[in-house]
Nanobody
Framework: QVQLVESGGGLVQAGGSLRLSCAAS????????MGWFRQAPGKEREFVAA????????YYANSEKGRFTISRDNAKNTVYLQMNSLKPEDTAVYYC??????????????????WGQGTQVTVSS
């Protein structure tokens, strides 16, 4: 079992930045690739970014390339999502997830085994 707890969400103006954190506990953090997803009101949950177990590989949804950066600190059992140049359409609940397919950086939700409870990000115009 892996427990994931997100933090760092909040209210920010358009053009601003936020850094989300996801702290993992339970099984060995390096056994998992990690991903970030988000769900806006009335919409399906969608992929944002993923990172391999070592941090050497990353993968982004097209709309986030260049604005968002995923990283991880395996010594702290934490994955981060740095979000810059935020837009109102980035408003959503952001979830982190862990995948036992540790070398892959999958955009598919079905490939993730554990999920956090989410943190709200609201971007005002």
């Amino acid at each position: 079992q892996v427990q994931l707890v997100e933090s760092g969400g909040g209210l920010v103006q358009a053009g601003g930045s936020l850094r989300l954190s996801c702290a993992a506990s339970g099984r060995t953090f390096t056994s998992y690739a990690m991903g970030w997803f988000r769900q806006a009101p009335g919409k399906e949950r969608e992929f944002v970014a993923a990172i391999s177990w070592s941090g050497a590989g990353t993968y982004y949804a097209n709309s986030e390339k260049g604005r968002f950066t995923i990283s991880r600190d395996n010594a702290k059992n934490t994955v981060y999502l740095q979000m810059n140049s935020l837009k109102p359409e980035d408003t959503a609940v952001y979830y982190c997830a862990a995948s036992a397919r540790r070398a892959t950086m999958s955009p598919m939700q079905s490939n993730y085994d554990y999920w956090g409870q989410g943190t709200q990000v609201t971007v005002s115009s």
